[in-house]
């Protein structure tokens, strides 16, 4: 396990994912009825961006940074921007959270939040980050592991799937855990985060899907740039599972945004799955 988050924290990437995630969870705090979420990789859960990884990468200048200081960003933006304000008490971006920060102040009071990580340095600042957090678990765990043995039978219930991509296996390993997930409750909402580098492996992910689980599937892909090549990170999606009504329109606009405003002859695309 050589991957860091801290130089990507920020990036075009987090952006997306975040700004996502947040708004998922404000449609899903409309109802009050409790909330499971389970955070496969959760990462250390904030990020100093005057570190060396962030300062060496540079993506959180050409992300995170870039969006503080943009002029009208897409409403669905608001909520990352003031949870960076937040943070950073009310000026500038050194410090960025992670999904850990993010969910666990979004929960209500009947919430719970089970975050795993698997590398124990990180788990190690998002134990400290999440002490004294009622209703809150960090776990030193397989993230798939727990998600596709714990996720509650009743009730309702999101997983947050966002892996490193160190591993050929991930891909099959986000199916697998989301079929189990499934079979223990048919109502479980799912956000997973993918890279874009060629369009034949994430083609591929979404046949997969679709065959393995009939349910429905919503697709919101970054492109920055054409997939002309294939070793280079070229964008990001995010496929949700049974997502709640109501969010394909500022996903749509998140993700043009950071394609046109970040990218470099980019484009957002939003498409479903049946199911
Ligand atoms: C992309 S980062 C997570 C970022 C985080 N979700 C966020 O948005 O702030 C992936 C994290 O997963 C951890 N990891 C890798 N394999 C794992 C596994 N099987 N289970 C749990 N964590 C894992 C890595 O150490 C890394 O910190």
């Known amino acids: 396990m050589n991957y860091r988050h801290a130089f990507h924290a920020g990036n075009f990437a987090d952006l997306v994912k975040h700004a996502g995630l947040l708004r998922l969870l404000a449609l899903l705090r409309k109802d009050v009825s409790p909330l499971t979420v389970i955070d496969t990789h959760a990462g250390r859960g904030v990020y100093d961006l005057a570190g060396p990884e962030a300062q060496k990468s540079g993506e959180a200048q050409a992300g995170i940074v870039r969006l503080m200081t943009a002029e009208a960003p897409p409403a669905g933006f608001v909520p990352l921007i003031d949870a960076v304000r937040r943070l950073n008490d009310g000026g500038g971006a050194r410090r960025y959270p992670g999904s850990p920060?993010?969910?666990?102040?979004?929960?209500?009071?009947?919430?719970?939040?089970?975050?795993?990580e698997l590398r124990p340095d990180e788990y190690a600042a998002l134990q400290a980050l999440m002490k004294g957090r009622r209703k809150v678990e960090a776990l030193c765990a397989d993230g798939y592991e727990i998600a596709a043995s714990r996720c509650p039978?009743?009730?309702r219930v999101l997983l947050l799937i966002d892996p490193p991509f160190e591993r050929a296996d991930d891909y099959r390993r986000i199916i697998d855990t989301l079929d189990a997930a499934r079979r223990r409750n048919r109502a479980v909402q799912a956000l997973v985060w993918l890279?874009?580098?060629?369009?034949?492996?994430?083609?591929?992910?979404?046949?997969?899907?679709?065959?393995?689980?009939?349910?429905?599937?919503l697709v919101a892909e970054t492109r920055m740039r054409p997939l002309t090549d294939p070793m280079k990170m070229n964008g990001c999606a995010l496929v949700l599972l049974n997502a709640s009504a109501g969010i394909e329109a500022d996903l749509a606009a998140i993700c043009d945004w950071t394609a046109s405003n970040l990218g470099a002859g980019g484009l957002g695309r939003i498409s479903t799955l049946s199911g």
């Open 195 to 217: 890279p874009l580098k060629d369009l034949e492996t994430f083609d591929a992910f979404l046949r997969d899907l679709e065959y393995r689980l009939a349910c429905p599937v």
């Open 101 to 116: 920060l993010l969910i666990a102040d979004a929960l209500g009071s009947n919430d719970r939040y089970l975050a795993c």
């Open 153 to 155: 039978p009743a009730g």
